[in-house]
């Protein structure tokens, strides 16, 4: 009987850019200029039509305060969905950023509770 190893090489996940850009309440423009490249070159990493390099993890993490390890988590984005967007740009009481960040908290703690599957 053969046997084989199976070598898996993890791969950065784009939506944890996202999920922690909109958890520190900026924008993309904001973020960007922290990290010295085109706001555009930004919003490709965090759609994944650039793939992310560990320099870019390791920048990132820095700029957002947050480990490396947690680019690489497979976790899904839960946040508003573009109806909830438009609403909430028209209400004066809760602020878009705010709204966002909110998400982006929310689905940090569900993810880590033990009785909520991932």
Same mark, same amino acid.
């Given at each position: 009987m053969t046997s084989?190893?199976?070598? &898996? &090489?993890?791969?950065?996940?784009?939506?944890?850019? #996202?999920?922690?850009?909109?958890?520190?309440?900026? #924008?993309? &423009?904001q973020l960007a200029?922290?990290?010295?490249?085109?706001q555009g070159t930004l919003s490709k990493?965090?759609?994944?039509a650039f793939p992310l390099s560990d320099e870019d993890v390791a920048l990132l993490? #820095?700029?957002?305060?947050?480990?490396?390890s947690f680019f690489y988590r497979r976790d899904i984005f839960e946040g508003p969905g573009i109806l909830e967007l438009?609403?909430?740009?028209?209400? !004066?009481? &809760? !602020?878009?950023?705010?709204?966002?960040?909110?998400?982006a908290t929310a689905t940090q703690v569900l993810r880590h509770r033990t009785d909520v599957p991932c």
């Open positions: 084989f190893e199976l070598n &898996v &090489v993890a791969l950065p996940n784009p939506q944890m850019i #996202t999920l922690a850009r909109l958890s520190r309440e900026l #924008t993309q &423009v200029g922290q990290l010295g490249m085109p990493l965090e759609n994944g993490a #820095t700029a957002l305060d947050y480990p490396k438009y609403h909430a740009r028209k209400r !004066k009481a &809760v !602020k878009l950023p705010l709204l966002n960040r909110a998400y």
